[in-house]
């Protein structure tokens, strides 16, 4: 073992020691868990090194594991809890579903919950509810290949857009697939390009086949890499030039820029729109909404009369999910009218300024990224840019947010996202800042600060 690598590996086994004396319930629980469970968990994500914690419930900003143990809630379920765990509007929205049943054929509650979506989303001419993001994306890249009767849809490097197969390609600065099992003719279809390159997305475009560029203007995956609103106005002329459609992923963007998702945040309003996680805000939902004449491919009374896109899913319509939605979306129509994004994103970027100090306090290399109510830190001397820190190694980085759980802060390690909710004070901002400082105390990055940057992505 190289030298960098035992300062590594001693720091690891320093933080994962601690980790291992506060979480004993959270490891006996992982090994039984393991025996139903494939790896003890619900999804790749939701496992880290040395094991997972298991959480029994959340309140505001704050969750508590089968240990007993706090936690400012910084993952927040992968960014679906926006109003914070059992925001009592969404709480009694799912109660309110109880007297009626849980599924009847074609809810009115749908109607509602597409017509606040038409409210407050510039795109939403027309709503296809549905199950999740992956569903979402991969609907609507079926009805943009529908409409345009083009086959290929182009990727950014460093986006993530859900696990369909076409999609778990380049989600690093490489064009190769994610994991076993997605076929090379799964992913044929989808071209790469580089964000922010208009040569090479002008390039192929000009081939004439493509149907949709998909991107998520929050560039999130790879660390909160957003371009500005003329970089979504040059792709969108682009795009329409060559006869594609703009499809914003607003999975993550959606309801956490603004209300109104990247749409109104860059005001440009793509021609079809994703949505899921904070659209639910908890509850399981997902939607893709667009233009009338592109949405109208998936349109079942008009299946004879051009291109019609088959769509349909059992639970497309739970009733408690819809009602979920319908309270989270009156609270996000709401916080926007009063100021409260602004103030969280100023929280947000607190958040972001306070551990890159904490970091260079003790001479440390690190910059931050913090877009709306979401940041990312970087621990790298190097450019501020996409490019290279698509590249660089985030081991270092993973094993703080690992020690950052020692701390009284939940973040998944490996996606070392912090994501905050509403129901994100200042308070909490204090005690993430405070937490780092003293991870940054008890353990000791400085002997693996100056590691030279490897190159290395997982998801
Ligand atoms: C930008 C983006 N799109 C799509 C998805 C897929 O959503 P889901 O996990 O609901 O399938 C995700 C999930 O993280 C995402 O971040």
Redesign the pocket.
Known sequence: MTEPESRIRALEAAIFNAYRARTAASRAWHDRAARSLVGGVS?T?RYFHPYPLYFAEGQGAWASDIDGNRYVDHFLC??CLLPGHRHPAIMSAIAGTHAHGSLVLNDRLSTELAERLQAIAPAAERVRLL???????MSALRFARAFTGRAVVVKFHG?????GDD?LVGLDARARSLGAGVTDSAVAGTRLAEFGNFDQLGIILERGDIAAVLV?P?M??CGLWAGDAETYRRIQKMTREAGALLVF?????GFRLAAGGAQTYFGVTPDLA?Y??AFGAGE?I?AVAGRADVMAVADPSRRTQGPFAFQSGTGNDVRNSVAAAIAALELYAAWDADGAYRALAARADRLGQGLQNAFASRGIACHYNALGPMVRLFLTDGPKTLKHCLSIDNRVLSLFHCALLTDGVLTIPGSNDFFLSFAHGDEEIDFVIAAANAALDRFDFASVSAIPERSANAH
């Open positions: 999804g994500v992968g960014a199950n999740s993001g992956t569903e979402a994306v986006t993530y857009h859900g696990q999609m998520d929050s999130h995956h992923d607003e999975v993550i963007s994703v899921a996680k399981k997902g």
